[in-house]
């Protein structure tokens, strides 16, 4: 495998040198992420009161939101694997398309059940944006100028949470269904995608279309960094069983500690979003001084330190700025982990590499209300927070005797000269 920091060749129609319009395409794209799930968040009591004779309404109202992520994780490995043989522009052109039909049917639905149905249609959409955009980035862009665009990939995310969470409490007070014609945005992004995007030139080594034989599968494994990583995607699944803790539990926790009502709750998860948001885009700056792992370091020592001044005080001011610490390391996670594989990863798998991290995001925010739960349940949301914390300051710890003796499963056996 070629030195991590030796990057593929660039495509010979894409040059940096137009990127901007292709950047604002790819970055356009990915705020729909973020759409996805926030818009229809404050909508979803009138979903549940919409459908009074529908056995455990609630619980499926719920789902609403929910089960994207769950569609998302079990899509992104298969979607990694086509992007990687087909090419990332079709899959990107064809996953617009259906984020911007499959959950707008909701708006003439009937039927809770058919509501979900949609979902999982926004599900499989959201997992194709995330893994070809990101993947076309990493095959566009290389170095210093692949650092910022993964940056600023990053901060449009919570950035776009952000503006989705204030839209959706207006449509709440109008028309919930409203919610669901949002997601023909996308068609408007589709003609920039056409006219902006080109198929990377990757040199493929192998027949699109062809089924690898056992023995190229086995090859195909002994080339990737299979340790580091299953390292990564472990690392990226724990931090995002935190982040969600932010979104699923704050707002609870607020009224309960705080008595705030839902304008101020909604400042504070704002505020923690934006700031990560504005962090996150200076991504660039932050590699060009410190290696991946001592970013991981100064993820957990926010996301620890964080999380323990949320849970040791009542103050709602105090409370806000434990989760703007915790929200802004943790929001690090995403960019410094597709950096770091996409510097690892040959060209030809980089699509389903980059798909594991997708799938174990979208997976640790799925599964982020069940595991903490027993815990919420045995302690109080106050305690699990510091229980968060201190998992947080255990990992900086781990990471941190990874920097100082410069070993570990993560960076293996790295070639002389490689910085990643």
Do not use: C
Not at 324 to 338: E, S
């Amino acid at each position: 495998m070629r030195p991590a920091n030796m990057e593929g060749p660039m495509s010979s129609s894409v040059s940096e040198s137009d990127s901007p319009l292709k950047v604002a395409t790819l970055l356009f794209a990915t705020t729909l992420v973020a759409l996805s799930g926030a818009i229809v968040n404050p909508v979803l009591p009138a979903i549940e009161s919409a459908f009074p004779s529908v056995p455990n309404a609630g619980t499926l109202a719920q789902l609403v939101s929910t089960l994207t992520g769950l569609i998302i994780a079990i899509f992104a490995p298969i979607i990694g694997v086509i992007v990687d043989r087909y090419g990332r522009k079709a899959v990107l052109v064809g996953s617009l398309a259906l984020y911007g039909v499959g959950p707008s049917l909701a708006y003439v639905a009937d039927s809770l059940y058919v509501i979900l149905g949609t979902r999982v249609l926004l599900g499989i959409a959201v997992a194709g944006i995330m893994v070809s955009s990101t993947t076309l980035i990493a095959d566009y862009y290389s170095g210093k100028r692949r650092e910022k665009v993964l940056g600023w990939q990053g901060a449009i995310m919570p950035f776009g949470a952000a503006v989705a969470v204030i839209a959706g409490g207006v449509i709440a007070d109008l028309n919930w269904r409203t919610a669901f014609l949002t997601y023909l945005v996308a068609l408007l992004v589709l003609p920039a995608v056409v006219r902006y995007i080109d198929e990377p030139d990757r040199g493929d080594k192998q027949q699109a279309g062809s089924i690898p034989t056992w023995t190229e599968l086995r090859e195909i494994l002994s080339t990737l960094p299979l340790a580091f990583l299953a390292a990564l995607y472990l690392i990226m699944f724990a931090g995002m069983i935190g982040y969600n803790q932010i979104n699923v539990e704050i707002p609870f926790y607020l009224r309960t500690v705080t008595s705030v009502g839902g304008l101020m709750t909604g400042v504070a998860l704002a505020a923690m979003m934006i700031i990560s948001g504005l962090v996150t885009m200076n991504f660039d700056r932050i590699r060009e001084r410190f290696d991946p792992v001592v970013i991981l370091v100064g993820v957990f020592v926010a996301t620890g330190v964080g999380f323990t001044v949320t849970s040791l005080t009542t103050n709602y001011w105090a409370i806000v700025v434990g989760i703007v610490i915790a929200g802004t390391g943790l929001g690090l996670l995403l960019p410094t982990t597709n950096y770091w594989v996409s510097a690892r990863v040959d060209e030809q798998y980089r699509g389903r590499a980059l798909s594991g991290v997708t799938t174990t995001q979208f997976l640790g925010m799925f599964i982020s209300p069940i595991a903490v739960a027993p815990l919420i349940e045995m302690f109080g949301t106050g305690r699990t927070f510091l229980v968060l914390g201190a998992v947080g300051l255990v990992l900086a710890g781990v990471f941190g005797a990874v920097a100082v003796r410069n070993q570990s499963s993560l960076t293996e056996a790295r070639p002389a000269g490689s910085d990643d």
